[in-house]
């Protein structure tokens, strides 16, 4: 895989297929985008958060909250060896290759700075980690209104599972559309994300010693799962099959070169999903998560919106932190790092920080 694939400048193309990629590389904002495009572009970069917004589910320190992000990271890797093994194709660079149009008549599908990911597209993993995470939180709220047991009880259980399951499907329609309308994925790609999101949440729920699994287990699932995706690269390769076949597509296919950066590569995804495996199981399992979580001070409610606040301006700090593109294997370790200090910061550091300062605060009072 190249280094510095943001510094790809696309070869010459010719026809209408130049006219095309000219006219879509002018981006989405203009006084020619089409109504609604804000809207779908909104709805899948509200998606690109997802890890983060496990993140910062995982502050209420709730067994919901965490099983939230523990299924996410899981999902995230489930996804990671799915790609590789489906191949699927992208609309934005299928459209171009495909031989169903005659010649010079393909459609011009309009790309967007999130449209150029360079990884295979079945399943989308934007719709299965959305389904996943919506689902336990789904779930996980009937399961406290389906103890009631009084008439008017059950009346309202019965209007809260057609509320919160009318808003599960809405927000997973509408990601699902606004993946399509961006060109990133084809409909049987997000359906396929949507339906293996909710098996991915239905198995991790009923097998509940993955959410009290040790470091140990952890550590020894990230070391399967990278020599698992290593091996079956490189058996692949010796098979004369290239797993990063998307890469040279989405580099001639994209409209503009520079929405093209290293971390949508499929192995740039890989060591993202390792990192915060890792860091999920050193924070669960440390000491400061023991003290702050398990604590009497995890019951308060002023402990915990403390922690949400302490986080989410924690998490937009991260979000500040550029990793360098110009050396391939730096990117890697760097963003392995990254992966991992962001789930270990605020599943241990945070809470911890936040319940010394309260029994500081406390001992002055008393």
């Not at 190249?2 to 006219?23: A, E, H, M, N």
């Not at 009084?150 to 990601?175: E, G, M, N, P, Y």
């Not at 890989?270 to 000491?287: Q, T």
């Amino acid at each position: 895989m190249p280094v510095g694939i943001k510094t790809f400048s696309p070869g010459p193309l010719r026809g209408r297929r130049l006219g095309c990629l000219q006219r879509r590389a002018a981006g989405p904002v203009g006084r020619d985008e089409k109504p609604g495009a804000g809207c779908a572009i909104y709805c899948s970069v509200l998606n690109e958060t997802r890890l983060e917004l496990g993140s910062r589910l995982a502050p209420l320190h709730s067994s919901e909250a965490r099983t939230c992000f523990q299924c996410l990271v899981y999902s995230r890797n489930i996804l990671g060896v799915t790609l590789w093994i489906l191949f699927g194709h992208r609309p934005y660079w299928w459209v171009q290759e495909t031989m169903i149009y005659p010649n010079r008549s393909s459609p011009c599908l309009e790309q967007f700075p999130i449209t150029c990911e360079t990884g295979p597209g079945s399943p989308s993993g934007h719709a299965m980690g959305s389904s996943c995470v919506w689902y336990v939180m789904v779930t996980a709220a009937l399961s406290y209104t389906v103890r009631w047991k009084d008439k008017s009880a059950v009346t309202l259980h019965r209007l809260t599972w057609s509320f919160l399951w009318s808003i599960f499907w809405i927000i997973q329609i509408s990601v699902c559309i606004s993946r399509v309308f961006i060109a990133t994925h084809f409909p049987h790609q997000v359906i396929l994300g949507v339906f293996a999101g909710i098996l991915v949440a239905e198995a991790f729920e009923h097998t509940p010693a993955i959410q009290t699994a040790s470091l140990r287990i952890y550590i020894k699932t990230n070391l399967f799962l990278f020599i698992f995706a290593l091996g079956f690269y490189l058996v692949l390769k010796l098979l004369d099959i290239d797993l990063l076949w998307s890469v040279p597509k989405a580099k001639k296919w994209c409209a503009n070169p520079d929405w093209i950066n290293i971390d949508t590569t499929p192995f740039a995804g890989l060591v993202r999903n390792l990192g915060a495996l890792f860091g999920l199981g050193l924070g669960i399992n440390s000491e400061m998560f023991i003290t702050s979580c398990k604590g009497k001070n995890s019951c308060k409610i002023s402990f915990r919106i403390l922690c949400i606040a302490a986080s989410l301006a924690t998490l937009q700090l991260y979000n500040f932190v550029k990793i360098p593109t110009h050396t391939e294997y730096l990117f890697y370790i760097l963003s392995f790092c990254k992966s991992a200090a962001m789930p270990l910061t605020v599943v241990a550091l945070v809470p911890y920080c936040v319940h010394s300062l309260m029994r500081t605060t406390e001992k002055k009072l008393n």
